[in-house]
T-cell receptor
Framework: NAGVTQTPKFRILKIGQSMTLQCTQD?????MYWYRQDPGMGLKLIYY???????DKGEVPNGYNVSRSTTEDFPLRLELAAPSQTSVYFC????????????????FGEGSWLTVV | AQSVSQHNHHVILSEAASLELGCNYS??????LFWYVQYPGQHLQLLLK??????LVKGIKGFEAEFIKSKFSFNLRKPSVQGSDTAEYFC???????????FGTGTSLTVIP
């Protein structure tokens, strides 16, 4: 299994541009998440999804959109990039099925470094 | 909403020193507790987790953590650190029925040879 795969790894955007961060997982996990990580701030949840067709806002959803048309894919879209969106973005997934100790563990992708100039 | 506090933001230790990183959470119900490690330039990896049973949990690379329910704490320990332990450490919480994981702000550990 590849686990959680994110693309691109690095991207520089100009203010006002739009882009999509791709995320796919091959573990058949029903829960998926997008976090952003800023220095000294830890991880903040942007959006999450409990299954195909269902998405919910996290702590910091403004300026982002998501969709979940399949179990495997959970893309994150930035419509009008702003310097405040310069960050490292992590996609993650969690099984939420089976024994508690398996389903309540979150698996992370390798991160996408985004700079908005 | 739940919250997770990590009071040590930066820790610098010499090799072979003992480590203890604090983690406190705010939630009155049953919680699942985690420590994740992020090595420089890499993604977060699970170090250890607690769901139930023995409150002393052993993880990979010689790390352990103790769940003290009365103190709402889940401190991470290692008796003797190595240079390869230099990383950022995150405590996280969720509930059995919860959809979300709540992370602390992280503790940056630097181990000096």
């Amino acid at each position: 299994n590849a686990g959680v795969t994110q693309t691109p790894k690095f991207r520089i955007l100009k203010i006002g541009q739009s882009m999509t961060l791709q995320c796919t997982q091959d573990m058949n996990h029903n829960y998926m998440y997008w976090y952003r990580q800023d220095p000294g701030m830890g991880l903040k949840l942007i959006y999450y999804s409990v299954g195909a067709g269902i998405t919910d806002k996290g702590e910091v959803p403004n300026g982002y959109n998501v969709s979940r048309s399949t179990t495997e894919d959970f893309p994150l879209r930035l419509e009008l990039a702003a310097p405040s969106q310069t960050s490292v973005y992590f996609c993650a997934s969690s099984p939420h099925r089976g024994p508690v100790r398996n389903r309540n563990t979150i698996y992370f992708g390798e991160g996408s470094w985004l700079t908005v100039v | 909403a739940q919250s997770v506090s990590q009071h040590n933001h930066h820790v610098i230790l010499s090799e072979a020193a003992s480590l203890e990183l604090g983690c406190n959470y705010s939630y009155g119900g049953t919680v699942n507790l985690f420590w994740y490690v992020q090595y420089p330039g890499q993604h977060l990896q699970l170090l250890l987790k607690y769901f139930s049973g023995d409150p002393l949990v052993k993880g990979i690379k010689g790390f352990e953590a103790e769940f003290i329910k009365s103190k709402f704490s889940f401190n991470l320990r290692k008796p003797s650190v190595q240079g390869s332990d230099t990383a950022e450490y995150f405590c996280a919480v969720n509930t059995n029925t919860g959809n979300q994981f709540y992370f602390g702000t992280g503790t940056s550990l630097t181990v000096i040879p």
